[in-house]
């Protein structure tokens, strides 16, 4: 199942400008792109987000 930007947004109150941020540095997972041009639907595989989502609860639990 794919996630729109504004699904995308319920599960990381990210702007837009900084998920994008944290795809380019290989982050945060990449998005799919629905189309061929540059304009096109872009969604996020859910599962990869809610698998980031789980590492990051799963580190706050191991921080010192």
Do not use: C
């Not at 947004?9 to 998005?31: I, T």
């Not at 799919?32 to 595989?45: A, M």
């Amino acid at each position: 199942m794919l996630l729109s930007k504004k699904q995308l947004k319920e599960f990381v109150l990210y702007s837009p400008q900084h998920v994008q941020r944290l795809e380019n540095a290989g982050q945060f997972p990449k998005r799919v792109r629905l189309g061929n041009g540059p304009r096109s639907r872009v969604g996020w595989i859910k599962q990869e987000v809610l698998d980031w989502l789980q590492k990051r609860i799963d580190q706050r639990h191991t921080a010192p």
